[in-house]
């Protein structure tokens, strides 16, 4: 594949008509639009980390030769993850692909709580289709009674395992095969799944990587692609986004644009905003993100581990309800691998009577849990941990466990651990109809910089229970070609 990736010192001077900064999910869904509408645009996009290839990142067990935590201060009570480097978060991530129940969108109005979404399921809808069909997620048709759609999932669902295959046949209407990013057939060169449970270094390509599958956006040729490229600020005038300022390799550069989009992620996008004094709706606060726990089932006599990816089922019987008035919504993952646990040690002859479970909670945002700029070079993060909404909601969680899993020969069930992150990150940047409430509006266009457009999880206003990227890269889709 062709990929025109510059230094800055070689970047051709004079303008462009856009600028991106950053390279991950929101970025590179924009660009895949927007691209088709604009083949004769000139396109610069900025991006800090460096060009590494899958096999790169396999070989070198890592999907970046940079160490995210040496570019945040985090002064809060929990931890955050994600990539730095050519395509962000779609090197890392596991290829879960859950869209967004419709009711998500309408929290406040709805439930009390938390904030509605000035977008709808209908408004996104068809770009859930386009997102999963660039990704080619594998899924069960029988979902759409819960998640609307109009076209088939480009790949067929994978296979449950014996114990899943109970639980399917005990709740029909709320437990599916879960939607994947991850190939149940070969599609060109990338293999199907086999299972190994190494997902965010996916040694056979069978994960969806926008580096290898996005070949439309790297070969395109009004597309330059500057690496190594840190973004520091955004230059304005009035309501006027003017330029963008970066450094690389110890020197400072400029490029002016008509359209800037930013997509550095929902740490490093409001520093950005923070350190530009672009202050407009609060940026940087209301960061949060789901909660996400590990349990283990213990099977008396019946043997797990004969699904067909690493992640193989989602229950969804508890992912809306009144209940959201007082605790957040949750959905159980159905684990067919080590990612989450291992095989039962005790007693001996019985290593495969376990069934892993990934518990995804849903919480709210609070405005003082924020990223801050305290003038140094990198974004400060205050937070004061998951809030009461998350763990009652995990305590409902672990007491429904018996009543949704009750097909299931169950010994007991072990409460593992509250992983120190879900690995996804909201509302820092969020969107809505107010100004002085939001940042930008239900275009994603920054309420007092007209050609200032926010791509990335950044503008959700909610956590929700659904893993977030699919529904990122669907909003970009509709951005690109919609501005
Ligand atoms: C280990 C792991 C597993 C995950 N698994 C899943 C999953 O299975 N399903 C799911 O839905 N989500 C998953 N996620 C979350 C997913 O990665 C994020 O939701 C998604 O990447 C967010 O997209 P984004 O565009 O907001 O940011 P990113 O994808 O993180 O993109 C931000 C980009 O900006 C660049 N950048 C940052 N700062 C600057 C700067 N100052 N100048 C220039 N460039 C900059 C970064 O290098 C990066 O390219 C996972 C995340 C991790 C870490
Ligand atoms: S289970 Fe294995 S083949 Fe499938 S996506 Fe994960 S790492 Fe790749």
Redesign the pocket.
């Known amino acids: 594949m062709e990929m025109d990736v510059v230094a800055a010192s070689e970047l051709q001077r004079g303008g462009w008509d856009v600028v991106v ?8 869904f924009f660009l895949h639009s927007y691209l088709k509408r604009h083949p004769d645009h000139r396109i610069l996009v ?4 460096a060009s590494h290839s899958r096999q790169w990142q396999v070989d070198h067990q890592t999907n ?1 030769a ?1 160490d995210y935590q040496t ?1 945040i201060s985090n002064h809060g009570e929990k931890d955050w ?10 090197n ?7 869209r967004m129940h419709p009711h998500d969108f309408e929290l406040k109005s709805r439930y009390g709580v938390g904030l509605d979404w000035p977008i709808s399921y209908d408004d996104i809808a068809e770009y859930y289709d386009l997102a999963e069909t660039v990704m080619n997620v594998a899924g069960a048709p029988d979902a759409g009674k819960v998640f609307p759609r109009s076209a088939p999932f480009p790949q067929q669902q994978h296979h449950l395992s014996r114990t899943e295959r109970l639980i399917k046949a005990d709740r029909p209407d709320t437990f599916f095969a879960a939607p994947q990013a991850k190939l149940t057939s070969n599609v060109g060169t990338r293999g199907a799944c086999c299972n190994n449970g190494t ?2 270094l996916c040694p056979t390509g069978a994960r969806f990587y926008a580096i290898e599958d996005m070949a439309d956006i790297w070969e395109a040729p009004n597309l330059t692609i500057c690496t190594g ?4 600020e955004i230059d304005f005038s009035g309501p006027i986004a003017k330029a963008v300022l ?1 450094e690389s390799e110890g020197r400072e550069y400029r490029a002016e644009a008509d359209l800037i989009v930013l ?4 740490i ?2 409001p ?2 905003l923070q350190q530009s004094g672009i202050l407009g709706g609060d940026p940087g606060s209301y960061l949060g993100e789901k909660m996400l726990t590990f349990v283990e089932i213990m099977l008396d006599g019946m043997d797990h581990f004969d699904g067909g990816t690493a992640t193989t089922g989602f229950e969804l019987s508890y992912i809306d309800g009144e209940f959201r008035s007082r605790h957040g919504a949750v959905q159980y993952w159905t684990n067919n691998s080590f990612l989450w646990g291992g095989l039962r040690l005790d007693p001996p002859g019985r290593h495969r009577q376990v069934f892993p479970i990934g518990i995804t909670v849903e919480d709210l945002l609070y405005k003082e849990n924020a990223v801050v700029d305290t003038g140094n070079k990198y974004p400060v993060i205050e937070h004061s941990g998951f809030s009461d909404y998350a763990m009652k909601g995990l305590d409902f969680a672990i007491s429904k466990i018996p009543e949704v899993f009750s097909s299931l020969p169950i010994e007991s069930v072990e409460l593992r651990r509250v992983l120190p992150t879900a ?3 909201h509302g820092s940047l969020r969107m809505g109809d107010d100004p002085t409430t939001s940042v930008v509006d239900s275009s994603q266009l920054h309420h007092h910089l007209r050609n200032l457009l926010v ?4 503008v959700f206003p909610t956590t929700s229970w ?7 890269a669907a909003m ?1 889709l509709k951005v690109g070609a919609t501005i």
């Open positions: 900064i950053g390279s991950g999910f929101g970025s590179l900025l991006e800090w980390g970046s940079v570019t993850n994600f990539s730095i480097g050519l395509g962000g978060g779609t890392c991530w596991q290829g879960m692909t859950a997902c965010s490229a840190r973004v520091r970066f997509g550095a992620n929902g490093h996008s520093f950005i690995d996804h990150i791509v990335g999880t950044s659904a893993v977030p990227s699919l529904t990122c970009s």
